[in-house]
Nanobody, 120 residues
Framework: QVQLVESGGGLVQPGGSLRLSCAAS????????MGWYRQAPGKQRELVAC???????NYADSVKGRFTISRDNAKNTVYLQMNSLKPEDTAVYYC??????????????WGQGTQVTVSS
């Protein structure tokens, strides 16, 4: 059974930092593209950052220069370091694991989400 467990969310003042972690189990972590998404109230879920297995890292324009995604394949964990946080970063942050097999079968898993609130 695949599990993605996020942690590290919370309340932070504008300009502050948080580090989110997502621990994965039940899958071959190293072959999966890992990503962080977020969903604010009344808005659609959006991609924040993703770190594919081999290809380059991608960031949403709104977080470039402030957020850093990284992965530790030995620990089956992906991280999101968030600096210079803004109120508009407030959302539930979700971890995603995605893999498309050579036969085009897609494996897609989500964590339960962790709340990030940026407020003074």
């Amino acid at each position: 059974q695949v599990q993605l467990v996020e942690s590290g969310g919370g309340l932070v003042q504008p300009g502050g930092s948080l580090r989110l972690s997502c621990a994965a189990s039940g899958l071959t972590f190293s072959i999966y593209a890992m990503g962080w998404y977020r969903q604010a109230p009344g808005k659609q879920r959006e991609l924040v950052a993703c770190i594919p297995k081999i290809d380059s890292i991608n960031y949403a324009d709104s977080v470039k220069g402030r957020f850093t995604i990284s992965r530790d394949n030995a620990k089956n964990t992906v991280y999101l370091q968030m600096n210079s946080l803004k109120p508009e970063d407030t959302a539930v942050y979700y971890c995603n694991a995605n893999y498309r097999s050579p036969t085009s079968r897609e494996y897609d898993y989500w964590g339960q989400g962790t709340q990030v609130t940026v407020s003074s």
